[in-house]
């Protein structure tokens, strides 16, 4: 079984569309995280929930906007695509000891193409 | 947004050298990561480093925590083609879930 599982793993769309990609973890873990990675191959977190609740939220665009329906599943919605957002988008989690978690686990990635 | 620096950018070597990179930081981490990175596929946690001057190995990996906890290194020896990937340090500062990535080195092994 997968653990940390993203889907679609390819997304190819137009500018202006407005697409989601989702993502479950089967590790039990309580905290979950969006990456982008550009075409240089910086990975840059966007996002970060810990039982649903959000607690990392870099400069992102709102037209970015991040949905946990349970601590399993953290899906994301964009709005308006432009050229730019075209990347591989990652999903991790992870698992909180104390105040901090620090092993991430990746899914396979999402590449996004907005044409 | 920060990043931390990592060198080199690129290597191209022979199968069996052995290999090292760094990772540098104008910033004080309390966490050391290293990842690997196949294509087509996410980061792959390889070490995880927790104290200053800490030395721990995985297989033909070793990695260290630097002293002044600004910095790290990894190293492969006695590589094999599929060590071909980008490895990715990553640190983490106190009181905080945020991972900042390095910019990565891309390795190639040839035979």
């Known amino acids: 079984d997968t653990a940390v599982s993203q889907t679609p793993k390819y997304l190819v769309t137009q500018m202006g569309n407005d697409k989601s990609i989702k993502c479950e973890q089967n590790l039990g873990h309580d905290t979950m995280y969006w990456y982008k990675q550009d075409s240089k191959k910086f990975l840059k977190i966007m996002f970060s929930y810990n039982n649903k609740e959000l607690i990392i939220n870099e400069t992102v665009p709102n037209r970015f906007s991040p949905k946990s329906p349970d601590k399993a599943h953290l899906n994301l919605h964009i709005n308006s695509l432009e050229l730019g957002d075209s990347a591989v988008y990652f999903c991790?989690?992870?698992?909180?000891?104390?105040?901090?978690?620090?092993?991430?686990?990746f899914g396979a990635g999402t590449r996004l193409s907005v044409l | 947004g920060q990043q931390l620096n990592q060198s080199p950018q690129s290597m191209f070597i022979q199968e069996g050298e052995d290999v090292s990179m760094n990772c540098t930081s104008s910033s004080i981490f309390n966490t050391w990561l290293w990842y690997k990175q196949d294509p087509g596929e996410g980061p792959v946690l390889l070490i995880a480093l927790y104290k200053a001057g800490e030395l721990t190995s995985n297989g033909r990996l070793t990695a260290q925590f630097g002293i002044t906890r600004k910095d790290s290194f990894l190293n492969i020896s006695a590589s094999i083609p599929s060590d071909v990937g980008i490895y990715f340090c990553a640190g983490q500062q106190f009181n905080t879930d945020k991972l900042i990535f390095g910019t990565g080195t891309r390795l190639q092994v040839f035979p």
């Open positions: 991790a989690s992870s698992q909180r000891q104390g105040s901090l978690s620090h092993i991430q686990y």
